[in-house]
């Protein structure tokens, strides 16, 4: 693989599957395709096990034995992060920062934050949402602070200044995808992947880059706008090549983000991610959460309904998970509405 040079730790149940959605593709008429990130295994699952399995792996290699990290309070990295260090036996310390402005009591202390309390974290608090550097470097002093009690800590950063070491788990998931559909003689005309911190987003477009692969990645801008979030992923694909030494070139043109279904910001809802949700558990028994994968699936319905795909298409979605976060989100039961 691209990626066997690197250190990792084994977190993750790999190959995840690649399933056609028959309800949907009947409906839609065409062939959609959907990569399980959700069944990585750890803790509920969900994409950041792949990230976390170079992460470690490179604290490991420095003799770490004490993971720091920050997110949202019903961040799915921190849950799994969380995760990760109990299955290898390592300290934690997770920061919790105020992004979201959701008051329900649901949201604090059910889903991801239910489950970080669950296992036991030490959990600081941040009170900005939108300060991922002051973020960072409340971590960096944390970490400065325990290295000073005779600790080894390895800070998990936020910003889009360190070394992304969790891209090369999505450099490894397109190898890994680009195999199964190869077996299966598909031939996809998109991939659709939610993009926020940008390391799912960068990884599996540079690999399939590498790889030879030119199928278009439209990456659903899931915290800031279009325009920056592009920027934010070619910084990280530039570091990640820098950090492998390839020689793969990927131009701003080739990064696609889609920030149509953005609004109201991060972790909130608007009516199609809603309906998205909805349409995906009555279809086809399958859970999308409100802040990542809710919103990619909205923007690939709207795809699907301009008629660009026919019988003989195939698109492929990618399904980052996020199922516990759905437990911080009460409304959407309480306000669904009946779907097709």
């Known amino acids: 693989m691209l990626t066997d040079s690197f250190p990792t730790v084994n977190l993750s149940h790999k190959p995840t599957p690649l399933e056609r959605l028959d309800n949907l593709s009947a409906d839609y008429q065409t062939n959609i395709w959907i990569k399980r990130d959700d069944c990585t295994g750890l803790a509920f699952g969900g994409n950041k096990s792949r990230q976390l399995e170079y992460y470690i792996g490179h604290a490991k290699s420095l003799g770490a034995d004490t993971l720091l990290t920050t997110g949202a309070v019903q961040s799915n990295h921190v849950r799994m992060t969380v995760a990760a260090a109990r299955k290898l036996n390592m ?52 970490a400065r602070e325990l290295k000073a009690e005779g600790k080894n800590p390895y800070v998990i950063p936020l910003s889009n200044v360190k070394t992304p070491y969790g891209a090369l788990g999505y450099v490894e998931a397109a190898e890994e995808t680009l195999t199964q559909l190869q077996a299966m003689k598909i031939e996809p005309g998109i991939f659709v992947v939610p993009s926020g911190s940008a390391a799912t987003h960068a990884g599996f477009l540079l690999g399939l880059r590498s790889l030879g692969c030119n199928v278009p990645v439209e990456g659903v ?59 995906m558990a009555r279809r086809e028994g399958i859970f999308l959460d409100p802040t990542y994968s809710g919103k990619a699936f909205a923007a690939l319905v709207e795809l699907l309904g301009t008629g660009r795909f026919g019988p003989d298409d195939h698109v492929v979605f990618l399904h980052t998970g996020g199922t516990p976060s759905l437990f911080g989100y009460p409304e959407l039961a309480d306000n669904a509405q009946e779907v097709r």
């Open 91 to 142: 300290d934690i310390e997770v920061q919790l920062e105020q992004r979201v402005a959701r008051d329900q009591v649901e949201y604090h202390r059910s889903g991801n934050p239910f489950l970080v309390r669950l296992m036991g974290a030490k959990i600081h608090y941040y009170p900005v949402g939108e300060d991922e550097e002051g973020a960072d470097q409340a971590l960096i002093d944390r």
């Open 221 to 279: 801008c899931v915290r800031r706008d279009a325009q920056s979030q592009q920027q934010r992923v070619f910084t990280k694909i530039q570091s990640v090549i820098d950090l492998m030494g390839l020689d793969t070139r990927i131009d701003r043109d080739d990064i696609h983000c889609n920030d149509r279904f953005l609004a109201p910001g991060y972790g909130l809802l608007n009516e199609p991610t809603e309906q998205a949700i909805l349409l």
